[in-house]
């Protein structure tokens, strides 16, 4: 059984610039949720994505933006970087939607703006 | 709202020493109750689990106990090895509108530094 697999592993990017990650969820998972975590922090929710439509969304501005395919895997956008988007960028997926769910955590994309 | 507390680190330990890592919650209702790893250079794995109050979460030599008088799930472990050395988050999912999002909210982090 394939894992959680994001896309790229590293990257950097300059202020202003757009930004796109990708995550492949563990197979079977219907439902991706995508996670910020700073240096030396807990990771912070973004957004959730079921069956191809947004389904809660953390408090982070509009240019975080998302997608999820048919096959259930997802993207990340965010425009106009800042700064403080510097950070690790966490796909997690789950068997379904729900509170009592395991959520399975990609590897993580460490993005870089300077 | 719902929020985990984990208790101030870093903790820094000898191989074989016993290991405790404080949990508390805040929540509406019985929410299941996590703990996550993470390991240097690496995304969360998740370690254990409860479901429900009273249940007990255990792996790889790790246990917490879902205790909802008080609101606590804290991480122990009888004998720490080098490799457990990493990040721990205690994590719970929150409910909003009535409507079970399954978005996790983790606290803040505890880093465990093990010495031979």
């Known amino acids: 059984e394939t894992g959680v697999t994001q896309s790229p592993t590293h990257l950097i990017k300059t202020r202003g610039q757009q930004v796109t990650l990708r995550c492949s969820s563990q197979s079977g998972h219907n439902t991706v949720s995508w996670y910020q975590q700073a240096l030396g922090q807990g990771p912070q929710f973004i957004f959730q994505?079921?069956?191809?439509?947004?389904?809660g969304r953390g408090n982070f501005p509009p240019r975080f933006s998302g997608l999820q395919f048919p096959n259930y895997s997802s993207e990340l956008n965010v425009n106009a970087l800042e700064l403080d988007d510097s950070a690790l960028y966490l796909c997690?997926?789950?068997?379904?939607?729900?509170?009592?769910?395991?959520?399975?955590f990609g590897p993580g994309t460490r993005l870089l703006v300077l | 709202g719902d929020s985990v507390t984990q208790m101030e680190g870093p903790v820094t330990l000898s191989e074989e020493a016993f290991l405790t890592i404080n949990c508390t919650y805040t929540a509406t209702g019985y929410p299941s109750l996590f703990w996550y790893v993470q390991y240097p250079g690496e995304g969360l794995q998740l370690l254990l689990k409860?479901?429900?109050?009273?249940d007990k979460g255990s792996n790889k030599g790790f246990e917490a106990t879902y205790r909802k008088e008080t609101t606590s799930f804290h991480l122990e472990k009888g004998s720490v090895q080098v490799s457990d050395s990493a990040v721990y988050f205690c994590a719970l999912p929150i409910q909003a509108g009535g409507t079970s999002y399954g978005k996790l909210t983790f606290g803040q982090g505890t880093i465990l530094t093990v010495h031979p």
């Open positions: 409860a479901t429900k109050a009273d």
């Open positions: 994505y079921y069956r191809e439509e947004e389904n």
């Open positions: 997690a997926s789950s068997p379904r939607q729900g509170a009592r769910e395991t959520q399975y």
